[in-house]
C-alpha cells in the first residue's frame, strides 16, 4: 500500500503571505519627488555647462511666458521681471515634484503609470527646450529624455526597495520591529544615498562653468586695464570721460552715472529666463533689408573701428512715476548711420520703413528708420561705462537711442538688423498691448527726502534728477502746497539732453506735514502734467510725491 501523495495537491503558501507588500503611500511619494528632482536637476546641470542647452525649467517657464495672453503678461513680465521670475520657476519645481510624487503614489501598485509619467514629462520637456532660441533642437531632446529616464529608474529602484515583506507593519520607512530592521535600514540607505544624489546634481548645476561669454569679456577687461596702465605717459582711452556736472554735495541723490561695478546697479528689463552667454568668436551682426549689399560684421571687425562715447539716459516703458527702471550711461560703441551707409541703406528717411532688430534669444523690436538720421544718439553699442558691456545688459553689443523706449529700440544681444516695412512686422511687445511708438516722456523724480522720511525743522536740501531725451530739461520746480506755488529748483548740468540732470532745492523746513511734488519742463516748453497715467501703453505721467514729516 502506497500513499497515493501524487495526488495530493498542494496549493503551496498563498502568493500574498510571502511577496512583499508594496511601498506605504509616504515611501512612494518621497521615491517619486525624488526621481523628478533628479530628472530636473539633470536639466540644470546640461545648462550650467553648455552654453548651447537652456535648463528644462528654464524652458518651460518660458513657454508659459509664450502662451499667457499678452494683456496678462504686459502689465507684469516687464515691470516685475525681478520677482516674477523666481516666483515663476519656483512654481514649476514644485509643481514638478508633487507630480513626482503623484506618480510615486500611483506606481504603488501599477510601475507603468511610473514609466508613462516620466515618459510624458520628457516629451513636454523636450519640446519646450526645443523651442528654446537658445538651445539645439538635437540637445534639448538628449537632455530631456536622459532627464525623464534617469527619474523613472531611480522612481521605480526606490519603490522597489521599499517593499514592505509580508507581515510588515505598515509605515516602511518607520523603524519596525526587531525581524524588520535590516531591511528598514537598507531602504533607508537607499533614501538617503538617492537624496543625496540628487542634492549633488543639484549643487553641481549651482557651481556651473564659466561661459564663453564671460571668459571673452574678463580677456577684454584685462587687456584694456593693461594697455592702459602699461603705457607710461599715455593717456587714459578717452572712453571714459568724468561724468559731467554733479552734485557732490547732497547725500542720497541718484548718482549721474549708474554704476555698473562692483554692483550693477543699471536696472535689468528682459524676457530671457536666462541671460543668453554669447560667445563673440562666434558671433556676428547682420544688416539687411532694404539695402543694396547686406553686410555682417563680427565683433573683432567692430571692435577694430572708430567709436564714439555718448551718455544717454535709457528706461523702460514700465517704469511708474517716481520708479527706477531708469539708468544713466556712457555708451561707446558705432553709429547705426554708418554701418548703414556701409550695407547701402535705400532711403534713411523713408517714414514707412522701421530698423527691425532680433536678439540671438528670439526678442524682438523696430523704431523708424528716420530716428536714426535726425541727429539723435542712435548706436550700436560695445561698451558701457569704459567697461565692455555686462553680459545682463547685451553683451556682446546692444542698441542705444536716446529718447526711445528700451522695448522698441534697446536690443541686447543683437544678431540682425533689418531695414524693413513699418506696417510688415511688430516688435515682441507690441501685439501684448503696448504702443509701436514709444518716445520717451518727461519725468523727474525726488530722491531725497524718501517718502515717508522724518527731518528735522531748519535746511532741508531736496534733490532728484529728471529727463526728457532728446529735448532737455528745462527747468524742474518743487511744491510744497499742493500745487498751489511753485519753487525752482536748481540744475546740475544742462549740457546734454540725452542725459538725465540733477536737480536740488534748498529748504527751510517748518514743523508740518508735507507732500513734496516735482514737474519739470522740458526744452520745448512742455510741462508734465499732473494727471495719473499708467505706464500700459506708453508710458506713465503725473507728478512724483513724497511725503516728508518736519519736527
Ligand atoms: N534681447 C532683449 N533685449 C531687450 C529686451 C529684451 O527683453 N530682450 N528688453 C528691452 C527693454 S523692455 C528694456 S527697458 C531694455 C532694458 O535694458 P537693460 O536691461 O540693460 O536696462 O532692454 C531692451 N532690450
Ligand atoms: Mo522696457
Not at 514700465?318 to 556701409?342: D, T
Not at 530698423?355 to 548706436?379: E, H, K, N, W
Not at 515682441?428 to 524718501?450: A, L, M, N
Not at 530739461?473 to 539732453?497: C, H, K, M, P, Y
Request: contains cysteine.
Amino acid at each position: 500500500m502506497t500513499t497515493p501523495t501524487t495526488l495530493e495537491v498542494d496549493p503551496g503558501p498563498p502568493p500574498t503571505d510571502e511577496s512583499p507588500t508594496p511601498a506605504s503611500r509616504t515611501a512612494a511619494a518621497i521615491a517619486g519627488a525624488l526621481g523628478a528632482a533628479l530628472a530636473l536637476s539633470i536639466g540644470e546641470v546640461a545648462a550650467a555647462f553648455n552654453d548651447n542647452v537652456t535648463s528644462l525649467v528654464t524652458a518651460i517657464g518660458e513657454f508659459i511666458i509664450d502662451i499667457t495672453p499678452g494683456d496678462l503678461i504686459a502689465e507684469s513680465i516687464n515691470t516685475i521681471g525681478g520677482l516674477q521670475k523666481p516666483l515663476l520657476l519656483g512654481g514649476i519645481t514644485i509643481v514638478s515634484l508633487a507630480i513626482g510624487a503623484w506618480l510615486g503614489v500611483k506606481g504603488r501598485l501599477q510601475p507603468s503609470v511610473v514609466l508613462a509619467g516620466f515618459a510624458f514629462f520628457g516629451l513636454v520637456g523636450a519640446l519646450a527646450a526645443s523651442r528654446s532660441q537658445l538651445t539645439s533642437a538635437g540637445a534639448a531632446w538628449a537632455v530631456a529624455l536622459l532627464a525623464a529616464a534617469a527619474g523613472a529608474v531611480v522612481t521605480l529602484v526606490l519603490l522597489g526597495v521599499s517593499k514592505r515583506p509580508a507581515g510588515a507593519p505598515t509605515g516602511a520607512l518607520v523603524p519596525g520591529t526587531p525581524l524588520t530592521q535590516a531591511a528598514d535600514r537598507r531602504r533607508f540607505l537607499t533614501f538617503s544615498g538617492a537624496a543625496v544624489g540628487t542634492a549633488a546634481v543639484w549643487g553641481a548645476s549651482r557651481v556651473g562653468g564659466t561661459s564663453a561669454a564671460e571668459r571673452a569679456r574678463e580677456e577684454i577687461l584685462t587687456q584694456t586695464a593693461a594697455s592702459s596702465t602699461t603705457v607710461p605717459g599715455a593717456e587714459a582711452a578717452p572712453s571714459t570721460p568724468l561724468p559731467s556736472g554733479e552734485f557732490d554735495t547732497v547725500s542720497g541723490i541718484t548718482s549721474h552715472l549708474t554704476p555698473i561695478s562692483p554692483e550693477d546697479e543699471f536696472y535689468l528689463i528682459d524676457t530671457a529666463l536666462s541671460k543668453p552667454q554669447v560667445d563673440p568668436s562666434t558671433w556676428n551682426l547682420s544688416i539687411d533689408g532694404m539695402v543694396d549689399t547686406p553686410i555682417s560684421y563680427t565683433y573683432d571687425e567692430l571692435l577694430q573701428r572708430d567709436m564714439v562715447t555718448r551718455e544717454v539716459t535709457l528706461s523702460c516703458v514700465s517704469n511708474p512715476i517716481g520708479g527706477n527702471l531708469v539708468g544713466n550711461a556712457q555708451w561707446r560703441g558705432i553709429p547705426l548711420s554708418e554701418l548703414f551707409e556701409e550695407a547701402g541703406i535705400q532711403d534713411p528717411t523713408n517714414l514707412e520703413s522701421q530698423i527691425f532688430m532680433r536678439s540671438v534669444d528670439g526678442f524682438t523690436c523696430g523704431f523708424p528708420t528716420p530716428l536714426a538720421y535726425d541727429g539723435r544718439t542712435a548706436m550700436l553699442a560695445l561698451e558701457m561705462n569704459g567697461e565692455p558691456l555686462p553680459i545682463n545688459h547685451g553683451f556682446p553689443a546692444r542698441i542705444v537711442v536716446a529718447g526711445l523706449y528700451g522695448y522698441v529700440s534697446a536690443t541686447k544681444w543683437i544678431e540682425q538688423i533689418s531695414i524693413t516695412e513699418w506696417d510688415g512686422v511688430d516688435g515682441f511687445w507690441i501685439p501684448r498691448g503696448w504702443s509701436k511708438e514709444g518716445p520717451v516722456k518727461t519725468q523727474s523724480r525726488i530722491d531725497v527726502p524718501r517718502t515717508g522720511s522724518r527731518v528735522d525743522a531748519g535746511p532741508v536740501t531736496v534733490a532728484g534728477i529728471a529727463w526728457s531725451p532728446t529735448i532737455g530739461i528745462d527747468r524742474v520746480e518743487l511744491s510744497f502746497d499742493q500745487g498751489e506755488s511753485w519753487q525752482l529748483a536748481e540744475l546740475a548740468n544742462t549740457e546734454n539732453d540725452e542725459a538725465w540732470v540733477q536737480w536740488k532745492y534748498d529748504w527751510t523746513a517748518t514743523p508740518g506735514e508735507y507732500l513734496v511734488g516735482v514737474r519739470a519742463t522740458d526744452k520745448s516748453g512742455f510741462t508734465q502734467s499732473p494727471i495719473p497715467v499708467a505706464p500700459a501703453p506708453n508710458g506713465a505721467e503725473g507728478y512724483h510725491v513724497s511725503r516728508i514729516v518736519v519736527s
